[in-house]
């Protein structure tokens, strides 16, 4: 019935569109999942992601177990414990529940429990706020979990399809980190292409496991007492550096297991992202990257400044860890200016985290583009149309200049 | 310690041991060892039971005996024992 004679591709049927604010495509991505375990607890701006779950379990509609932890900390522990017995587990939060699940973001990935985690980006406290940065995810960078970064509803829900299996490949087994940007995503509502339930199913299909040597011989990495193993142990001087050699080599096998499921996604809806989404930037001259929902409203400007006859582009980072950088330097490599947008800060660098990874990208290449740094719409404060307009002309008057005079600008700020 | 270790990419992933705890023998790390005065022991197995390492083990014939492989030399058996049939003694 939803088939593409043509193509056998889901087509964007219109029976399959909802309209779907990001916190809800989340919730029902994931009702169609249907994991074993969610465990969660709920804060600004993820509270809907929580609610409307725990609803899909009151009425019935879902087998999963639904744990009411009494914090965030106990959630993600709720879900390491679950994964290691090797249930499927899915939680959510934002900002400071992040930052309370801090210590145990290192454990989940340490283990390789590839737990699937929506966070509906907000500022970090404080000054309290509740509204949009990417503090709280850039935070949690160094976790060892892979981050998606999502521009819109649609976005959210395929990445929170494609996750599972991204994070359970059998070369990766990470958790994965699916970023939403609080309110501008997880608040609006918009038109959702969704899959039948019975195809999100056969493309999580069940979780595979790998196979690990433990003192008692070859076992699956579960905890099962049939076959006993010893999951996060003390691991002192003579063993923890190799454990994190380890994880480094998961990521690395991300940078291609990642294509490799969103091409098998793509094939079956129609829509694939891989690591990045260059826009316009074949014969550009100017280049935004990016992270988010901003990349929407800096393609509407591309497409203004186009028709205007500047040769602007822009480049989405859709996948933030494992940093996509050979593709990103291919893509740059011949661009004379690009902007970096980022929406968090770091206390006392010299850039903001993304240019940083951008620059560093680059110092090995001969042919580099000037990098400007743009900081911007911290705490919510809206990044319009006009602003990335303005960054624009920035990068122009750095091209003519020739050269960088400023680290950092920062963007729609009061002086 | 002296054995081989496997790198990073012989290892089992996901942190696990891949050595049995009864692999590591941690009866060289304390000075003192208990010993047991078998003409006063009760067979009560309260040293069994209390010993952190189980490395006081029950015989057949129901007294304990302590295993110097793993014995860590900290004297809670001695602590606990009822009828004080157990002392502490320096290894030599």
Same mark, same amino acid.
């Given at each position: 019935?939803?088939?593409?004679?043509?193509?056998?591709?889901?087509?964007?049927?219109?029976?399959?569109?909802?309209?779907?604010?990001?916190?809800?495509?989340?919730?029902?991505?994931?009702?169609?999942?249907?994991?074993?375990?969610?465990?969660?607890?709920?804060?600004?701006?993820?509270?809907?992601?929580?609610?409307?779950?725990?609803?899909?379990?009151?009425?019935?509609?879902?087998?999963?177990?639904?744990?009411?932890?009494?914090? +965030?900390?106990?959630?993600?522990?709720?879900?390491?414990?679950?994964?290691?017995?090797?249930?499927?587990?899915?939680?959510?939060?934002?900002?400071?529940?992040?930052?309370?699940?801090?210590?145990?973001?290192?454990?989940?990935?340490?283990?390789?429990?590839?737990?699937? /985690?929506?966070?509906?980006?907000?500022?970090?406290?404080?000054?309290?706020?509740?509204?949009?940065?990417?503090?709280?995810?850039?935070?949690?960078?160094?976790?060892?979990?892979?981050?998606?970064?999502?521009?819109?509803?649609?976005?959210?829900?395929?990445?929170?399809?494609?996750?599972? %299996?991204?994070?359970?490949?059998?070369?990766?087994?990470?958790?994965?980190?699916?970023?939403?940007?609080?309110?501008?995503?997880?608040?609006?509502?918009?038109?959702?292409?969704?899959?039948?339930? @019975?195809?999100?199913?056969?493309?999580?299909?069940? $979780?595979?496991? &790998?196979?690990?040597?433990?003192?008692?011989?070859?076992?699956?990495? %579960?905890?099962?007492?049939?076959?006993?193993?010893?999951?996060?142990?003390?691991?002192?001087?003579?063993?923890?550096?190799?454990?994190?050699?380890?994880?480094?080599?998961? !990521?690395?096998?991300?940078?291609?297991?990642?294509?490799?499921?969103?091409?098998?996604? +793509?094939?079956?809806?129609? $829509?694939?992202?891989?690591?990045?989404?260059?826009?316009?930037?074949?014969?550009?001259?100017?280049?935004?990257?990016?992270?988010?929902?901003?990349?929407?409203?800096?393609?509407?400007?591309?497409?203004?400044?186009?028709?205007?006859?500047?040769?602007?582009?822009?480049?989405?980072?859709?996948?933030?860890?494992?940093?996509?950088?050979?593709?990103?330097?291919?893509?740059?490599?011949?661009?004379?200016?690009?902007?970096?947008?980022?929406?968090? &800060?770091?206390?006392?660098?010299?850039?903001?985290?993304?240019?940083?990874?951008?620059?560093?990208?680059?110092?090995?290449?001969?042919?580099?583009?000037?990098?400007?740094?743009?900081?911007?719409?911290?705490?919510? $404060?809206?990044?319009?149309?006009?602003?990335?307009?303005?960054?624009?002309? %920035?990068? /122009?008057?750095?091209?003519?200049?020739? %050269?960088?005079?400023?680290?950092?600008?920062?963007?729609?700020?009061?002086? | 310690?002296?054995? @081989?270790?496997?790198?990073?990419?012989?290892?089992?992933?996901?942190?696990?041991?891949?050595?049995?705890?009864?692999?590591?023998?941690?009866?060289?790390?304390?000075?003192?060892?208990?010993?047991?005065?078998?003409?006063?022991?009760?067979?009560?197995?309260?040293?069994?039971?209390?010993?952190?390492?189980?490395?006081?083990?029950?015989?057949?014939?129901?007294?304990?005996?302590?295993?110097?492989?793993?014995?860590?030399?900290?004297? &809670?058996?001695? +602590?606990?024992?009822?009828?004080?049939? !157990?002392?502490?003694?320096?290894?030599?």
């Amino acid at each position: 019935m939803y088939e593409d004679g043509e193509k056998g591709l889901i087509v964007t049927d219109e029976r399959l569109m909802m309209g779907l604010n990001g916190d809800e495509a989340v919730a029902y991505a994931i009702k169609q999942v249907e994991p074993d375990v969610v465990a969660a607890y709920p804060i600004t701006p993820q509270t809907i992601i929580v609610e409307r779950f725990s609803e899909y379990v009151a009425n019935g509609l879902v087998k999963t177990d639904f744990v009411s932890v009494e914090s +965030e900390h106990s959630a993600l522990s709720s879900c390491i414990g679950a994964e290691a017995a090797g249930a499927r587990a899915f939680t959510a939060t934002a900002a400071n529940g992040l930052a309370l699940m801090w210590e145990m973001t290192f454990i989940a990935s340490s283990l390789r429990l590839p737990i699937v /985690m929506a966070v509906a980006n907000r500022a970090l406290s404080g000054p309290i706020n509740i509204h949009n940065d990417h503090s709280d995810a850039m935070g949690a960078r160094d976790s060892g979990w892979i981050q998606i970064w999502c521009e819109n509803s649609q976005e959210v829900y395929d990445a929170c399809i494609e996750a599972w %299996r991204i994070g359970e490949h059998t070369n990766v087994q990470l958790p994965v980190m699916i970023n939403l940007d609080g309110f501008t995503l997880s608040h609006t509502m918009e038109n959702v292409f969704t899959l039948p339930d @019975d195809v999100v199913k056969n493309f999580v299909r069940d $979780r595979r496991f &790998i196979k690990v040597k433990g003192h008692l011989g070859e076992s699956e990495l %579960r905890l099962d007492p049939g076959t006993p193993i010893t999951m996060g142990p003390f691991d002192l001087q003579d063993f923890y550096f190799e454990h994190k050699l380890q994880q480094v080599e998961a !990521m690395r096998r991300a940078l291609e297991a990642i294509p490799e499921v969103d091409a098998e996604y +793509e094939a079956l809806s129609g $829509r694939g992202y891989r690591l990045i989404h260059p826009y316009m930037v074949d014969d550009a001259e100017l280049v935004i990257v990016g992270l988010g929902s901003t990349m929407g409203t800096a393609s509407y400007v591309v497409e203004k400044l186009r028709e205007k006859g500047v040769k602007a582009g822009l480049v989405k980072i859709r996948v933030f860890r494992p940093f996509p950088k050979d593709e990103l330097v291919k893509t740059l490599r011949s661009i004379p200016v690009v902007g970096v947008l980022d929406r968090a &800060i770091s206390f006392g660098a010299p850039n903001g985290p993304l240019c940083e990874e951008v620059k560093t990208a680059f110092y090995e290449e001969k042919d580099r583009p000037l990098i400007a740094n743009f900081i911007h719409g911290l705490g919510g $404060r809206d990044t319009s149309p006009s602003m990335i307009e303005g960054m624009f002309h %920035r990068l /122009m008057k750095i091209k003519s200049r020739g %050269r960088v005079d400023q680290l950092i600008e920062y963007v729609g700020v009061r002086e | 310690m002296t054995e @081989d270790k496997p790198g990073w990419r012989e290892m089992p992933e996901g942190a696990i041991s891949y050595k049995c705890t009864l692999d590591y023998e941690t009866g060289d790390w304390g000075v003192e060892y208990p010993e047991i005065d078998y003409e006063r022991c009760s067979k009560c197995m309260l040293c069994h039971f209390y010993c952190p390492e189980g490395a006081v083990r029950v015989r057949s014939d129901g007294y304990t005996e302590i295993d110097r492989r793993y014995c860590k030399g900290c004297g &809670i058996c001695v +602590e606990e024992c009822p009828v004080k049939c !157990m002392k502490m003694v320096r290894k030599v």
